[in-house]
């Protein structure tokens, strides 16, 4: 396989290329045109991209690694390093942000002490912000894994955040 | 079973009307949709399923959402010969004593929002009222009666709330499926696309594009083509196409299958964003469903009309919502636009012809098909036909989605649908169309949604975002938000957009730090129009137009950040303090309670006082203040 050290991360993590075999192939026909989906299933499973992942993805599904590489950094979800156990999604769509929603993340930064798109340092916390998850009528939102948290404000943050371990 | 024919599709349609209007016993509709799942709906569901298991005579069911999000969870309760009554705010705590209630004849005035005076949808003219029979609860408003919804016109929206979003018999109950089957027996399909064309639909994506003209173009070449549905609903502040997956998908595949009949297609795909996994959740069960009943496959209904949907999901980028990125991203590659010298219908998706339309445009197509083009062509202005589902946020009272006649003035959707600004704040814009959109101020309140008007204004319809601003909103950090937003999904290929944007950004980021010199103004001007002019897609040539609606129409308030080192609404953290006004203050003390960093200081019931050295400017005490002591200055 080609070194291509485009990660800075720590990749010890271990791919089962059994049943990333299996995805490529019977989920999705090993079709080029489902790689996005491909790799948001395997963001799935391993919270992130792997680099290993990627480079077999390239040679099994025919498509060179550089443009995967190129997918993995164009498409916002997609992340190379390893995110934390809980992914907290900040809303700065147009109706949270005029509800104070720049203000919960602002709040929510100092708390954590990292930045936009980071990982606290016990792996607990990723911290990113998006663009609008639908729920406008009950901004400011905050989206914590799966869990959607509404009409957030600075004071409720470090009680929501407390029930994520 | 497979619906191949008018009569099976007619005794489903006849058994579940039955069961939707006069079931058994008891039933309760939660509105599952996400907002309501947000405010609490699942709990609530699951305490009702504990209480009620299935099959005891009371029925728990999920439906779509329906629209006033500001009262969520919504919960609705019937029963054979009872009023229909829709309770508000109804979280897991209440939801037992409301149901209990009900059955009780007890109803709890306080969470109750409305009744229903009929139930059935446009499509649904010919048969009774199921209510008219049943007296109404005195002293409850009716639902078509109450503000947020006397002044709307349920097209698209006809069957969010009021069916299972995962029951394929609910949507035929409500007249689903009618419409397709017709046009696969009996309708030529170029007698679909007159239809249309004479219904006078324009995409509700934002572009405004005529849909029966696409279809036309679409239909008129040779080979392999596709029907796409656009779901990658990307503006902030925008969500009536998740609604609308999420409430009522077999309107959306309806609509797509009768463009498949209309124009010679085959394969359809659905590219929803990956952001609303409960919609894609709904859409393959829907998908599913409707393959259980022959109604998508192969040779549908005995005819040799065949017909497959494929979803897609994206993975978080705005600019694929633009029609030749979103083609490419559909390929597996990565989506960015390409000059559109020639147009995704001729040559779009692996080079083919390609017919591209919104989720909200197909969701409009049955009832076109049923009720005839004429008849939506009535509602509206000249240019701009039927009705639009708008999403109103922000500031003010009534959130929710609300899909209105076209020509309604800004002004009735604000203030009669919308209820006004919250807290006696006063109206400052409304901003319309997301980020390639503009904000339009109160002089203009009066004029209709329209395409040409808001067009004129310097605004878009846009795909429906309504974004209502009060007089704490400075204009010049929204314009510097949109831009920041942009300047991320800007996919960077051509120069004006990519190198434009974060030059614009950066002198709005001075304005808004204080940092603004004279002829920001006039440099801000001549970028927005070298970028209009020069980008090469739609997302660049539309990206200032939030700066130039904001120097059009709040020019005073960037001089106010540039010349006078002020922001007036009190947002630019550089540029106001908060001081107590020692006349209005009376002492209550409650911000000094609430301040984070202890700098308000005061003995009560005597004026207070900010220590400025201390205050992070984070304007707790500003909302917390009941007597508008708080001044921003």
């Known amino acids: 396989m080609i070194e291509t050290g485009i990660y800075n991360a720590n990749q010890d993590v271990e791919i089962d290329y059994m049943e990333l075999d299996r995805i490529i192939d019977q989920e999705f026909n090993n079709d080029k045109e489902n790689l996005i989906m491909i790799l948001q299933v395997i963001q799935h499973q391993y919270n992130y991209l792997p680099q290993a992942s990627l480079l077999y993805l390239s040679e099994k599904i025919g498509v060179p690694f550089s443009q995967i590489y190129g997918l993995s950094t164009f498409y916002s979800t997609f992340s190379l390093e390893p995110r934390g156990r809980n992914i907290i999604s900040v809303c700065l769509g147009t109706a949270c942000y005029v509800r104070g929603g720049a203000r919960v993340w602002e709040r929510i930064q100092e708390i954590l002490n990292v930045g936009a798109g980071k990982t606290t340092e016990d792996m607990r916390f990723t911290l990113e912000p998006v663009r609008c998850i639908g729920c406008c009528g009950l901004g400011p939102v905050v989206k914590i894994n799966e869990d959607i948290h509404s009409r957030i404000g600075r004071e409720k943050i470090q009680q929501v955040l407390d029930r994520y371990q | ?179 397709f089957i017709k046009s696969l027996s009996q309708i030529e399909p170029t007698e679909i696309i007159n239809i249309v064309k004479e219904s ?191 999403s109103l946020v922000g500031k003010v ?94 996919c960077g290929q051509c120069i004006p957009c990519r190198e434009g944007i974060v030059q614009m950004l950066e002198i709005l980021t001075d304005i808004c730090e204080g940092n603004g010199k004279e002829g920001d103004i006039e440099l801000l001007e001549e970028l927005a129009t070298m970028i209009k002019r020069f980008s090469l897609c739609g997302l660049g040539k539309s990206a200032p137009n939030s700066v130039l609606t904001t120097l059009l129409y709040f020019r005073e308030e960037y001089q106010a950040h540039i010349r006078g080192k002020k922001c007036p609404a009190g947002v630019c953290k550089a540029l106001f303090h908060y001081e107590v006004d020692e006349k209005l203050c009376n002492g209550c003390h409650l911000c000094a309670l609430k301040c984070p960093q202890e700098a308000v200081t005061g003995e009560k019931k005597e004026p207070h006082h900010i220590d400025q050295d201390k205050c992070i400017k984070c304007s707790i005490c500003y909302e917390a203040c009941k007597f508008d002591a708080i001044l921003i200055k």
């Open chain 2, 397 to 490: 009272k009534n959130t929710g989605l609300v899909e209105v006649p076209m020509g309604i003035s800004l002004r009735e959707i604000v203030f009669d649908v919308g209820g006004g600004i919250p807290k006696k704040k006063k109206f400052k814009a409304v901003q319309t169309g997301g980020p390639s959109g503009g904000c339009i101020p109160e002089k203009f309140l009066d004029a209709p949604v329209d395409y040409q008007k808001l067009a004129e204004l310097g605004a878009i319809m846009g795909s429906g975002g309504m974004i209502v601003m009060d007089h704490d909103t400075c204009m010049v950090n929204i314009a510097r938000y949109f831009l920041d937003f942009l300047k991320d999904e800007s």
């Open chain 2, 1 to 179: 079973m497979q619906v191949g024919f008018f009569k099976d599709l007619e005794k489903i349609t006849r058994d579940y009307r039955k069961k939707l209007y006069y079931p058994g016993g008891i039933k309760v509709n939660i509105g599952m949709a996400s907002c309501g799942i947000a405010a609490g709906a699942k709990a609530s569901f699951e305490k009702a399923l504990e209480r009620f298991p299935q099959g005891n005579g009371t029925q728990i069911s999920q439906t779509g959402c329906l629209g006033f999000c500001q009262e969520e969870p919504l919960v609705e309760i019937l029963g054979n010969g009872k009023p229909r009554i829709i309770y508000r705010h109804l979280t897991e705590d209440k939801i037992l004593d409301a149901i209990e209630g009900y059955i009780q004849g007890d109803f709890n005035t306080k969470w109750i929002l409305a009744q229903l005076r009929d139930p059935r949808s446009l499509l649904e003219d010919t048969i009774e009222n199921p209510l008219a029979e049943v007296e109404p609860i005195e002293g409850i408003p009716f639902l078509e009666d109450i503000p947020f919804y006397s002044k709307q016109t349920k097209i698209a929206l006809r069957n969010c709330g009021y069916i299972d979003p995962d029951s394929i018999e609910e949507y035929m109950a409500k007249g689903g499926y009618l419409a």
């Open chain 2, 200 to 390: 006078g639909l324009r995409g509700r994506g934002g572009a405004g594009f005529p849909t029966g003209t696409k279809w036309e173009s679409c239909a008129k070449l040779d080979g392999e083509r596709y029907v796409i549905c656009n779901a990658d609903e990307g503006d902030p502040g925008a969500y009536m196409d998740r609604s609308i997956l999420e409430g009522d998908p077999h309107s959306v595949l309806e609509g797509m299958l009768i463009a498949a009949l209309a124009i010679g297609s085959n394969q359809g795909f659905i590219y929803v964003r990956h952001e609303y996994p409960l919609a894609v959740k709904r859409l393959v069960t829907a998908i599913k469903r409707a393959e259980d009943y022959g109604l998508i496959g192969e040779n549908i209904g005995g005819s040799d009309f065949s017909f497959k949907i494929k979803i897609s999901t994206g993975a978080g980028a705005f600019v694929c919502g633009e029609s030749t990125a979103l083609m490419a991203s559909l390929e597996g590659k990565v989506g960015r636009p390409r000059a559109k010298y020639v147009h995704t219908v001729e040559k779009g998706f692996r080079d083919k012809p390609s017919n591209l339309n919104n989720v909200e445009t197909y969701a409009n197509i049955p009832a076109i098909l049923l009720k005839g083009g004429q008849w939506y062509a009535n509602i509206g202005t000249e240019h701009s036909k039927g009705t639009k589902v708008f």
